[in-house]
């Protein structure tokens, strides 16, 4: 999805320094009309819909004709469907990749990028490196999964790559093979979110003040010491933010996965969002569709809830606020 | 190869103390092969997008192409009449782009400079709507939009996500709001602007760099934007570059040389853009991180 690479400004924390500095003692009746729009638009797109999902997960319902109420028979049902099961089994699998190791590899990356190579050779070289991380993210995520799709064909560059190389012996069906499907769409996910984490911790370096490398590199400290000790904690609030924002991105992730897999072979990469897809709209069961959804959104804002306090706890440990 | 942005080589500055070491030249060997990996699957595309179909089956995904062959490209672009794809996501976008930006700075003065009681809960009810899985909306909003006659329509996808990127752009813009000097504003008052002017005639003008921020995201989120389109948009005439891509997966059509072929032509646009507003983009990376 394209919310992948949004950016989340803290305004949180900005909104609560200010609540209660000024009490106003103007009346603020009159700015509640430039909320109208917006809020008017909020309820018919966002709030309705979320609500009737809601409802429409305790019922049964083919799309025509009117729903049946049944309770909870579709979250009861849930409970035992081993589709849903392997389909939260892979979101597991999709937060390693979209989450775990590009943050891991892109703070390497950005920290080698910015400290070594920005400083000890022309910013530019430093820029051009960054923009070829950073490439597969302006592309539309679904060419990403057809390029990709094909590459890992039968008779994709794959197989050809390994064929020249003398090791076509390892040619393979990638994406048919229930035992290499999930770890080959996981390679293309780090792929994609790759350049994320990288620019983000790029531009956070940028703030930091380059006496504090400079007064630790004639201290002595050593790469890795500068690295542990200047560069991690520096940029934790961006951390936090790059992890919050690829958590719900992996928890939702549906191009993709339509485009390389549909969730086959046998569900190996099944997923939450396009199991719901599937059940809408292919199955034509919408009551347990809207169960999935509901499932699925319910654990986000929990995820999404624990990420931000965690934050908070953080900062103000740090005595940040 | 062609996409291959080959890092420039060191500059021959005279060696000072910083640009001493052979470990510098492990690193810039390390992470320069890295990147040189992101770009391969593009420089595949490129390879096997100008071969004939029976140059492929014959020599595979890894010989040089035996003639320039365009017919895939134009077969591709013929038979998804991409010009009406373009046009589609174009409008799309560039709706949302606006229209979004607009609500948002209507309900972010509200919020931030209005201060209106409850903010906190309805910037957070903002920021949920931005973070819901797009699922838990989608068979609602199908069916209302066929009840209203908007199916397979592109304003029923504009107006979708003209909320859901302003659902984002209210909770930046209320940030941003809630630090704008209050001289600014009383100075206003007192010479007897009313909210309305103030609006445009004092925040505007000082917002506008987040603006042009915002307008840029919205373009490209909604550009790349799958399920919605995919199941709004079912015909020829309404939709977009992704969409059209992925329903011709599968296609008889789609041959190895004609699935590079149109995923070339579909990124095509998305690079343009990037290229074009790349100070912008890098620009709203750092905005969220120094306030």
């Not at chain 1, 380059?210 to 590199?217: K, R, S, T, V």
């Not at chain 2, 492929?56 to 077969?75: A, C, D, V």
């Not at chain 2, 607009?102 to 009681?117: D, E, K, M, N």
């Not at chain 2, 906190?120 to 199908?142: D, K, R, T, V």
Request: glycine residues 8%; positive net charge.
């Amino acid at each position: 999805m394209a919310s992948l690479d949004r950016v989340v400004a803290p305004a949180t924390t900005a909104a609560k320094t200010s609540a209660g500095r000024r009490r106003r003692s103007r009346s603020d009746a009159g700015y509640w009309l430039y909320l109208l729009p917006g809020a008017v638009l909020f309820l018919l797109v966002i709030g309705g819909p979320l609500l009737y999902t809601g409802y429409l997960s305790l019922t049964k319902w083919s799309g025509v004709g009117d729903p049946t109420f049944i309770g909870l028979d579709n979250y009861r049902e849930l409970l035992t469907d081993d589709v849903f099961w392997t389909s939260f089994k892979n979101t597991v699998a999709m937060i390693i990749a979209m989450v775990v190791l590009p943050t891991l590899l892109g703070l390497v990356l950005a920290a080698a990028l910015f400290d070594t190579i920005g400083r000890r050779f022309r910013p530019r070289t430093a820029a051009a490196l960054r923009a070829a991380f950073y490439l597969p993210q302006v592309l539309p995520v679904v060419v990403a999964g057809i390029v990709w799709g094909w590459i890992l064909r039968p008779d994709g560059a794959l197989n050809g790559l390994l064929d020249a190389v003398g090791l076509g012996a390892l040619g393979h069906d990638w994406l048919g093979d229930p035992n290499t499907a999930l770890p080959a769409v996981m390679a293309v996910m780090i792929w994609v979110q790759l350049g994320y984490p990288v620019v983000v911790f790029m531009a956070a370096l940028e703030r930091v003040n380059p006496e504090l490398y400079e007064a630790a590199e004639i201290d002595g400290a050593g790469w890795f010491r500068r690295f542990r000790a200047i560069t991690l904690p520096q940029i934790r609030p961006e951390t936090f933010v790059v992890g919050l924002t690829c958590t719900i991105a992996a928890m939702k992730v549906f191009g993709p996965i339509f485009a390389l897999t549909r969730g086959g072979p046998e569900n190996a990469t099944n997923v939450p969002s396009y199991f719901a897809y599937y059940t809408f709209f292919k199955r034509l069961q919408v009551g347990y569709g809207s169960a999935i959804s509901m499932v699925l959104t319910l654990i986000i804002v929990v995820v999404a809830v624990l990420f931000i306090r965690a934050q908070n706890r953080a900062e103000r440990r740090d005595g940040v606020l | 190869m062609a996409i291959t942005l080959t890092p420039p080589r060191p500059g021959r500055r005279p060696a000072d103390r910083r640009h001493r070491g052979a470990g510098r030249w492990i690193v810039l060997l390390l992470v320069g092969a890295a990147a040189l990996a992101m770009l391969v699957p593009f420089a595949f595309m490129l390879l096997n997008a100008f071969k004939s179909p029976g140059d492929y089956s014959t020599n595979g995904p890894m010989s040089w192409p035996g003639e320039f062959y365009t017919t895939g490209l134009r077969t591709y672009w013929e038979q998804v009449d991409f010009p009406v794809k373009l046009w589609n996501s174009i409008l799309i976008s560039g709706s949302v782009a606006v229209l979004a930006v607009v609500v948002s700075l209507l309900s972010a003065y509200a919020l931030g400079i209005g201060r209106i009681r409850g903010r906190l809960w309805i910037i957070g009810l903002f920021l949920l709507a931005n973070m819901l899985p797009q699922e838990a909306l989608i068979y609602p909003l199908y069916h209302f939009a066929k009840e209203a006659g908007l199916y397979n329509t592109r304003l029923a996808v504009i107006i979708i996500f003209t909320v859901i990127q302003a659902a984002f752009g209210t909770y930046l813009l209320a940030s941003v709001l809630g630090t704008f000097p209050r001289t600014l504003l009383e100075a206003a008052a007192l010479d007897g602007a009313g909210r309305w002017r103030i609006l445009w005639r004092v925040v505007l003008p000082n917002v506008r760099p987040t603006i042009s921020v915002l307008l840029v995201f919205f373009f490209i989120w909604t550009w790349n934007e799958f399920l919605i389109p995919l199941v709004m948009l079912i015909d020829n005439q309404t939709q977009t570059v992704p969409v059209a891509l992925a329903s011709l997966q599968g296609d008889r059509l789609m041959d190895a040389p004609t699935t590079n072929a149109g995923a070339l032509i579909s990124l095509l646009p998305a690079i343009l853009f990037f290229l074009i507003f790349q100070r912008t983009l890098s620009r709203g990376i750092t905005a969220g991180a120094d306030k």
